[in-house]
């Protein structure tokens, strides 16, 4: 598939879609892609997060291509027009070259979008992806490929000048032409600043209520995973417990049943 073949018609940099607050929620499979299209999500992301909340590592560090290709494939075979964007992992967007490559190849998985870590510092990457026509999302505050390097989750543009290169990095993404931005773990305030002053929507994670739009991994809205949620994710369900509780009644049943 070529990158125009996938181009979805709303992950253009077409601006702030009226006004209209973005629902988006990760999804790593069919049938949670599925769900989340039948539920009415505006974007669907193949998260990194696919690293902690699936394949049982400590952070996205660990996760590849591969893993991603496999996993986007997957949730691609769930959706039937809802937008799908699929995280390009660590280690495979160091260059411009390898940047496209691989964006080509998520895209051929069923992609209709990327997104990538970093602002300013990717500058070449960004506009690399954006000339090939292939849709970006931007990602900027708290970085969590970058967490080993960082030593922890922690808020991002407390201070005066914190906000204004977090500011800058927003420019350089809507100067490369990327559709969206998502801010993570920005202080409310930056991401107020940021979001009123680029064209294309802010995508808010642990953010505040100033974004264009907010993003959750599935699994710390759904409980699904339920050994660790961050402090800014409110469970509305609590499908970790339904599994056990399904689980042991299960159980139950088959070793009370008689020879
Ligand atoms: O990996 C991921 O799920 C993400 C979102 C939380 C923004 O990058």
Redesign the pocket.
Known sequence: MSPADSLHPTLTAEGKRGGRRLA?L?AYDYPGARLLEEAGIDWV?V????GMVVLGYPD?THVTLGDMLHHTAAAARGLSHTPLIA?LPIGTYDTPEAAVQNAQALLAAGAHGV?I?GGTSHRAQLEALTLAGIPVMG?IGML?QSVLLEGGYRIKGKTADASDALLADALALTAAGVFAI?L?LVHPAAAKRITESVPVPT?G?GSGTHCDGQ???THDLTGAFPWFRPKFATAKASVGDAIRSAAAQFAAEVRSLEK
């Open positions: 988006v990760t992301l998260g990194d997060s696919l996205t995280d997104k870590e990602h969590p998502v993570e995508i994670i993003v959750l991994v």
